[in-house]
């Protein structure tokens, strides 16, 4: 029997630490207590997303594939009891409690402040507890067949997803979440428990908890309510995914007053996912931001407006660099976005400019400590990028002038770009 190990992750930056606990369960706990703070915001978390097509453990001989949206189904089938639905035992403590299904996460949640540990025995119990029959299953498709009709004429979503559609041959990230009427029509409730025994093994699974809490209550509630689990590997399989786009540009129409676009930059993804992303969305920030004189040229002009903006989307086996907004003329937002990333290489970046972006993205950093939610999902996140939830602080006041430099000569390709555009309806 396995025995609980307690371990404290320190950050001398900030003068913060945080639990984290190796439970006899197989289920790792981060527990951040804030007791300043009258709320709490707990995550019950797997490593299970909509890029999890194709998988097997070692106790598996060959490799399953599963249809489109499961992870998302099975998301929406464990609030589900045999006897109630979570939500009905949430509506007694108070607390407001959601899920989400993303590419390579599904996260359950509930936020509070009064009966946090009756929430956080609900949490353990629905999640630990799946219940799935042919009737729920059928019941199910319906609910979710209209979520996805529903998707399908939201302009943010369509203009997003079908970029990724645009960039990727093979990799399931150009899969939506949900899947399709079609692929959730073939869920049954023996693939349901088949991914779940997989996936939601507690050693694959993890419990981010902040706010106003007592250590030592919730390890105590966690004795109760979790078995020790089986250890089992699992592998998932990995597909081939060419440098090149699949389509330059992807339109549809939607109801839209102006054309809302999304361009992307197809990277290579690094082995220091947190690493990369941040080197990114400094460059990103540095060429597009609004303090730039290319962000200000165009918005007088009237090209952009407020809605431009830019991130980066990264993940195993994934990175691209996403820039979107409204415009009356997308094709010169495009060509202008490539004319910026030349001339830059030209002259070469700023290094005032970084280190003004430098301090901004450590004080952001900083900031996040101050929401209970933000360290729970930042504790979570890292958690399954194999780091600490300090790392990011770390890392930022790490990167310098010449890396980033560095990093700019293969990034911002326009050969390996994409352009997906929302059009008002004719």
């Known amino acids: 029997m396995r025995k609980t190990e307690k371990n404290i992750i320190t950050s001398s930056a900030l003068s913060e630490s945080y639990y984290k606990i190796a439970h006899k369960s197989g289920l790792t706990i981060l527990l951040y207590p804030m007791q300043s703070y009258s709320s709490v915001y707990a995550l019950f978390a797997t490593k299970f997303g909509s890029v999890n097509q194709t998988f097997k453990t070692d106790r598996d001989e060959d490799f399953c594939t599963v249809p489109d949206g499961i992870a998302h189904f099975l998301e929406h089938k464990l609030f589900e009891g045999e006897k109630e639905d979570a939500f009905t035992s949430y509506s007694r403590t108070g607390a407001s409690a959601n899920a989400y299904t993303s590419f390579d996460k599904t996260a359950y949640l509930f936020s509070a402040t009064d009966k946090v540990y009756e929430s956080l025995e609900i949490l353990l119990n629905f999640v630990t507890h799946p219940y799935f029959t042919e009737e729920t299953v059928n019941k199910e498709m319906g609910i979710i067949g209209q979520e996805i009709k529903m998707y399908e004429d939201d302009p943010s979503w369509c203009v997003f997803l079908n970029l990724l559609k645009a960039l990727y041959w093979n990799n399931p990230i150009k899969?939506?979440?949900?899947?399709?009427?079609?692929?959730?029509?073939?869920?049954?409730?023996?693939?349901?428990?088949?991914?779940?025994?997989?996936?939601?093994?507690?050693?694959?699974?993890?419990?981010?908890?902040?706010?106003?809490?007592?250590?030592?209550?919730?390890?105590?509630?966690?004795?109760?309510?979790?078995?020790?689990?089986?250890?089992?590997?699992?592998?998932?399989?990995?597909?081939?995914?060419?440098?090149?786009?699949?389509?330059?540009?992807?339109?549809?129409?939607?109801?839209?007053?102006?054309?809302?676009?999304?361009?992307?930059?197809?990277?290579?993804?690094?082995?220091?996912?947190?690493?990369?992303?941040?080197?990114?969305?400094?460059?990103?920030?540095?060429?597009?931001?609004?303090?730039?004189?290319?962000?200000?040229?165009?918005?007088?002009?009237?090209?952009?407006?407020?809605?431009?903006?830019?991130?980066?989307?990264?993940?195993?086996?994934?990175?691209?660099?996403?820039?979107?907004?409204?415009?009356?003329?997308?094709?010169?937002?495009?060509?202008?976005?490539?004319?910026?990333?030349?001339?830059?290489?030209?002259?070469?970046?700023?290094?005032?400019?970084?280190?003004?972006?430098?301090?901004?993205?450590?004080?952001?950093?900083?900031?996040?400590?101050?929401?209970?939610?933000a360290v729970a999902s930042n504790m979570m996140n890292a958690y399954f990028e194999g780091r600490d939830a300090f790392d990011s602080l770390n890392t930022i006041a790490d990167i310098t002038f010449e890396e980033l430099c560095e990093r700019f000569k293969n990034q911002l390709n326009i050969n390996h770009s994409s352009i997906s555009v929302i059009n008002p309806i004719k």
């Open 175 to 373: 899969i939506d979440i949900a899947g399709s009427t079609e692929s959730i029509s073939h869920i049954t409730p023996e693939l349901l428990y088949r991914t779940y025994n997989t996936f939601y093994n507690l050693s694959n699974m993890v419990l981010s908890i902040a706010g106003n809490i007592d250590v030592d209550r919730v390890l105590e509630l966690c004795d109760k309510q979790l078995a020790e689990c089986e250890q089992i590997k699992i592998e998932n399989k990995v597909v081939s995914e060419p440098q090149d786009v699949f389509l330059k540009k992807i339109e549809k129409e939607l109801d839209v007053s102006m054309p809302l676009f999304e361009i992307g930059f197809k990277e290579n993804s690094d082995s220091d996912i947190m690493r990369g992303r941040i080197l990114n969305e400094m460059l990103l920030e540095m060429i597009f931001g609004e303090s730039t004189e290319f962000y200000q040229r165009l918005y007088n002009e009237g090209i952009i407006n407020s809605t431009f903006e830019h991130e980066v989307l990264s993940g195993n086996g994934y990175l691209v660099n996403l820039v979107g907004g409204e415009s009356p003329d997308v094709q010169r937002v495009y060509d202008e976005i490539a004319k910026e990333v030349d001339r830059i290489r030209e002259t070469g970046l700023d290094r005032e400019l970084f280190e003004m972006v430098k301090k901004q993205f450590y004080g952001n950093d900083v900031f996040r400590f101050n929401s209970v939610s």
